[in-house]
């Protein structure tokens, strides 16, 4: 009988510390905001990061795409000239951004290039927006070079220029070829926000260590705040596989 009791009240102990945990991790003082508002930033950058990172990735993908088609016809004239040299900016560009960590181009980004700016969420969102522009690019060049060449052919035939053809015929088949690719750039892109911290952006990383620094309790906060980042990344996982069953079901019919 007194082991049992005994085996209850250590049961009891570890509930009631776990509650203390909890309540003083984030309910004391409303800390449970320092999660909510680095959720919000965490998301915001991420996104606005991303449409960024598709338009830089789509343009220097389109130009490597032109030039390497365009060369085996032998480029001349002013506009091969333009082609050419706007093609060794992308290559310079492919090869710094993804040469050098995503950390070093934050703090460049923020104490170098961007200085002056009090914006600490502009300075995210251009620095991971340029940074995911670069893997974005070889992604979707990929995803062109995949389409046969007899799509442009038969875009050209009809009168299209070749920026229409793109646009209207390769660039559509593209995307769905493209797809998982992408949603996996948005998963790195979520987690490396996570250094945010770095240039003191309150995103959900720092909202978790601040919470840590005031509670000296280390593991709940780091755990909920690792909780958090698996749940959105299921949740993107989810999202990818419904649409590639779409994208499937509309190509069968």
């Given amino acids: ?144 070079m995949s389409i046969d060449i007899g799509q442009m052919e038969a875009g050209r035939s009809l009168g299209l220029s070749y920026a229409k053809t793109m646009q209207k015929i390769i660039l559509p088949q593209a995307i769905k070829n493209v797809l998982p690719a992408l949603v996996n750039e948005m998963i790195t892109l979520l987690k490396e926000t996570s250094i945010c911290g770095y240039i003191g952006l309150n995103e959900l990383t720092r909202g978790g260590d601040i919470i840590r620094g005031i509670t000296f309790e280390a593991l709940t906060p780091l755990l909920v705040v690792a909780l958090i980042y698996l749940i959105i990344v299921m949740f993107f996982t989810w999202v990818m596989g419904k649409l590639e069953r779409r994208l499937r079901e509309s190509d069968n019919r």
């Avoid at 919000?40 to 991303?50: K, S």
């Avoid at 002013?78 to 181009?105: D, F, H, W």
């Fill in 1 to 144: 009988m007194l082991q049992i009791l005994q085996e209850g009240d250590s049961k009891m102990t570890i509930w009631d510390n776990l509650k203390q945990k909890i309540i003083s991790c984030f309910i004391e003082e409303q800390r449970y905001m320092y999660i909510v508002k680095g959720l919000q930033t965490t998301i915001l950058v991420t996104i606005l990061a991303l449409l960024l990172g598709l338009v830089i990735g789509i343009l220097v993908a389109v130009v490597r795409t032109a030039h390497d088609q365009m060369a085996k016809k032998k480029l001349s004239g002013i506009s091969g000239a333009v082609l050419k040299i706007i093609n060794a900016i992308c290559e310079v560009y492919l090869t710094v951004i993804r040469g050098t960590p995503a950390m070093v181009q934050l703090l460049l980004m923020f104490f170098v290039f961007m200085a002056s700016s009090n914006n600490k969420v502009l300075v995210a969102v251009l620095t991971f927006g340029i940074n995911s522009g670069a893997y974005v690019a070889e992604i979707f060049r990929s995803g062109i």
